[in-house]
Each structure stands twice: as structure tokens, then as C-alpha cells.
């Protein structure tokens, strides 16, 4: 693997399986001569989310789908790299299975640590790469399609399934309270209410005749920093052309205070009020039904998601 991707010769001195992590192995390699990179691999053996996910979860055409597989990789780094934002640089795929049982990339190991661990250190620091980052979401949002859904169903020139974001997202957002609420009884107990509302949300939206480009899950954690601290975004299969105010009701989560360097003009209220609401939601069901499975890190989950639902519990009602 590593001499098809380096050339031959290559003797690999130390492979290390990183932390973290659900739909992908991460392995970084270290080689003679100090080159070191990442393997990304994806069988069913590294995704923890199998068996766990609802059938159908898998079709691209579902913008909200399983966001784990090289095609989307693939599609998501080309897509990237074409607007301006950088991620880790792509050293060889492979679909064979010949070299590893799963398709694999060689990517760029990029050792600087990440922006979540820098603003907990030193966040003056992180002012320059926050600012790298509030510029590469105005070059995604003016990223722009008719069309919604993953981008390698759009950039296909596909179609994607759900008629409207808002309806896509109601969509999953009334399945997730479904299972939340047989899984857990202070939900069942709101059951009602809490569809009441996330139905009248949803009917408050006006239209929109584009979108842009998100991450979906744009966190400090999914921000890498090379050796001269300027940033490169990883997790990227799941980048999609929607509604920005989604990207950003997670940002906001995510980034906490630090979220005013990411903030954008002119989001839409009700879409920001909708899609909290949606997000919180899926931050339960998501984590109980990891939590549920083998995950090493289940604990962590049946925290986040008890987390979760005490904001989807204490969510006000609209005025």
C-alpha cells in the first residue's frame, strides 16, 4: 500500500490506529526517511454505526444518509479543493480490496494538532486559523446549486429525495423523535408537544432557491493545523449543497464563543430556530443508538445525548 502510494522501497517503521471517530478506520504509518501519512479505511469492521442505523440509511439520494464511504470522500475533496478550502492532499485510493480488506486513501498527515486544542491553550493563537475558517464558509456559501443533497449526488447532476431542506430535515427530525421517544420516557411523555412544534417551525419557513455548500459537522475537532498552524478540514464526507443556518446552528454548538469570528450575514431566524430544535434532536437519537452498540467511546455518547435532550425537553415554545 504505502510503496503504490510512495514508490517502492518504502519500509514502514510504526502504524498507530488513531482515537476517535465512528464510520472510519484512521491509521497514521510512519515510513523510513520521515514521511508519515493517514490511512482512511472503510469496511463494515470500522464503522460502528452498522447494524445500528435504520434501513436505507446508505442511499446518497438522502442528503441526511450515512455519510461514510470513498465515493463521498472523493467527491467532497474535489469539491473542496475547487472552491479553496483546504484538506488533507490525496496520495492514492484504492477499491480493489487487494491491498487492504476495504477501500482505502493515503492521505496527508497533518501534525499540528487541532483548533479545539489550540483554543483551549492558547486562543489568541487561534484567531488566525478561526479567520482562515470564516473565510473559507463565505467561499462555501457562494458555492452555490439549485439543487440540495450530497455533493456527489449534485455534482452528478442527480437528484436528491425531500423536496425542500426544511422538509428534509422535518422528515428525519419526526423519525428521530419517534425513536427518542421509544427509547426514553421523559421524551414520550413530550411526545406530542414536541411534534406540535417542530411541525409548526417547519410551516413558518419562506423558500429558498439555493444552496450552499456545508460541512455538516463543523466542529474545533474537525479543523487540523499543519506545522506552520494554518488550518486543513477533515471529516468531510458529509459536505452537502443546503441551507447555511443548519451549518451554522452547529457551529454555534460547537465553537461557543469563539463562534462570533464564524458568524455570516443575514441568516434566516426561522431556520436557525427550526434547526436547532432538529439538531439537538438528532444528537439524542444518534448518540442512544451508539451508545446502545460496541462503541469504545459509548459512555461518551449516552452523555451527549443526555445533554441533548435536556435542551430538547427546556426548548421554548415560538412566540
Known amino acids: 500500500m504505502m510503496s503504490a502510494a510512495f514508490g517502492s522501497g518504502r519500509r514502514v517503521a510504526g502504524v498507530e490506529r488513531l482515537a476517535g471517530g465512528s464510520k472510519k478506520g484512521s491509521y497514521r504509518v510512519q515510513l523510513d526517511g520521515g514521511v508519515t501519512a493517514l490511512v482512511y479505511v472503510w469496511n463494515p469492521a470500522e464503522d460502528f454505526w452498522q447494524g445500528v442505523l435504520p434501513s436505507g440509511s446508505g442511499d446518497p439520494a438522502d442528503p441526511f444518509s450515512h455519510a461514510s464511504g470513498l465515493d463521498l470522500f472523493e467527491a467532497a475533496a474535489r469539491r473542496l479543493q475547487a472552491t479553496g478550502v483546504r484538506c488533507p492532499r490525496l496520495y492514492l485510493v484504492d477499491r480493489s480490496q487487494e491491498l487492504y480488506p476495504g477501500d482505502i486513501a493515503v492521505v496527508e498527515h497533518v501534525p499540528g494538532g487541532s483548533l479545539e486544542a489550540l483554543l483551549e491553550r492558547d486562543p489568541a493563537a487561534a484567531r488566525s486559523p478561526l479567520g482562515v475558517v470564516a473565510g473559507w464558509l463565505a467561499a462555501m456559501e457562494e458555492c452555490r446549486s ?106 454555534r454548538l460547537r465553537f461557543g464563543e469563539h463562534y462570533s469570528w464564524l458568524v455570516r450575514p443575514d441568516l434566516d431566524p426561522g431556520r436557525l430556530l427550526f434547526y436547532r430544535l432538529a439538531m439537538h434532536l438528532n444528537l439524542v437519537a444518534g448518540p442512544l443508538r451508539i451508545a446502545a452498540g460496541g462503541h469504545p467511546e459509548r459512555e461518551w455518547f449516552g452523555w451527549l445525548a443526555e445533554q441533548h435532550l435536556g435542551r430538547v425537553l427546556a426548548f421554548p415554545e415560538p412566540g
Open 146 to 251: 439549485a439543487s440540495f443533497g450530497k455533493v456527489v449526488v449534485v455534482d452528478a447532476g442527480k437528484a436528491s429525495r425531500g423536496g425542500s431542506c426544511p422538509r428534509v430535515v422535518l422528515d428525519r427530525a419526526l423519525r428521530e423523535l419517534s425513536e427518542v421517544c421509544a427509547r426514553e420516557p421523559r421524551a414520550a411523555r413530550e411526545g406530542g408537544r414536541l411534534e406540535d412544534l417542530l411541525r409548526t417551525l417547519a410551516e413558518r419557513i419562506e423558500p429558498r432557491k439555493w444552496h450552499g455548500l456545508v460541512h455538516g459537522e463543523l466542529g474545533p475537532d474537525h479543523v487540523l493545523l499543519d506545522r506552520d498552524g494554518d488550518p486543513v478540514l477533515i471529516d468531510i464526507e458529509g459536505l452537502m449543497y443546503f441551507d447555511r443556518e443548519w451549518e451554522h446552528v452547529f457551529l
